[in-house]
């Protein structure tokens, strides 16, 4: 009972950091950890799987729709008004957005 | 993924500028649900952009810069309009109940899921979350930012972001399975 206890709040611990591995956004140590307890745990690994699916599933939505051609074409213009004199933030105003 | 503005000047930066158009669309897209909300977005973040251009910091992230624009006009615009939930508001939306009864002996997801059909429930469910589960996903699935440029865009810590896009993942795929246990 104890041990099923500890496995459960394991489990719970570990569920944030399987989305966080998917997008390598976790700590070598924290990885390698994850990855012993996925070892082990079969319903962790299924939940991996299930949030890998929609990661992936996801990203396939990229690639549609497009912005419409006018769209663009008047982004484009828009671009082309930057004066090639406009100055970027001085560094004295930099220096104060920093303090 | 980060892109670093150019140092080589302004044409430089027209150019990486122009680089994010469709990367820039596609975020606004999945966030406004509808194109030519869209297409509106992206043209208004440039032009909102170039008239605040003297802010930016050459040197500094330019798709993370716009993208930040973009998303701040979106919540000003956008936001009273849609209906939001609150994480803290025990709406089936936010029901992530499924990962307590998870049966261990679950076949996985991925067969079914290369199916065409389920590319649609997956875009039907994703804009089904609310606007505070939906954004780190569009943001880090389809806008391909770190959890770090996406808590800069969205003002939020970074312990938030991660913590909002494993329960949005864990309710997308709690409708998935749901849907592919019915088609069974």
Redesign the interface.
């Known amino acids: 009972m104890f041990g099923m206890k500890n496995k459960a709040m394991s489990c719970e611990q570990n569920?944030?950091k399987?989305?966080?591995l998917l997008?390598a956004?976790l700590s070598p140590g924290e990885k390698k950890m994850l990855e012993k307890h996925l070892s082990v745990c079969?319903?962790c690994r299924?939940?991996e799987?299930?949030?890998?699916?929609?990661?992936?599933?996801?990203?396939?939505?990229?690639g549609e729709?497009?912005?419409?051609k006018s769209?663009?074409e008047?982004?484009?213009a828009?671009?082309?008004?930057?004066p090639?004199d406009?100055?970027?933030?001085p560094w004295w105003k930099?220096l104060l957005k920093r303090s | 993924m980060s892109v670093v503005a150019s140092r080589s000047g302004k044409s430089g930066i027209k150019e990486e500028a122009a680089a994010y158009i469709d990367q820039l669309y596609r975020v606004a897209y999945h966030l406004t649900k509808q194109k030519d909300d869209a297409d509106d977005l992206v043209q208004e973040t440039y032009l909102r952009a170039i008239n605040n251009y003297a802010q930016f910091e050459s040197g500094t992230n330019l798709k993370a810069w716009l993208t930040r624009i973009l998303y701040n006009m979106f919540v000003n615009r956008y936001h009273r309009e849609r209906k939001t939930v609150s994480f803290d508001q025990p709406a089936a939306e936010t029901d992530i109940s499924w990962l307590d009864t998870m049966a261990s002996s679950n076949p996985g997801p991925e067969a079914q899921f290369l199916q065409a059909e389920l590319k649609d429930k997956l875009k039907e469910a994703l804009d089904s979350l609310s606007e505070e589960f939906a954004t780190p996903i569009v943001l880090v699935d389809i806008g391909g930012f770190s959890y770090a440029e996406v808590a800069e865009i969205t003002s939020c810590p970074i312990g938030t972001v991660r913590s909002r896009l494993f329960r949005a993942r864990a309710v997308l795929a709690g409708k998935l399975r749901e849907y592919v246990r019915h088609e069974k």
Request: one cysteine or more; aromatic letters at 2%; hydrophobic letters at 40%.
């Open positions: 569920r944030e399987i989305s966080s997008d956004e079969v319903t299924t939940l799987e299930w949030l890998r699916c929609v990661k992936e599933g996801i990203s396939r939505l990229a729709p497009a912005i419409s769209a663009r008047k982004i484009l828009t671009l082309n008004q930057i090639s406009m100055p970027l933030m930099r």
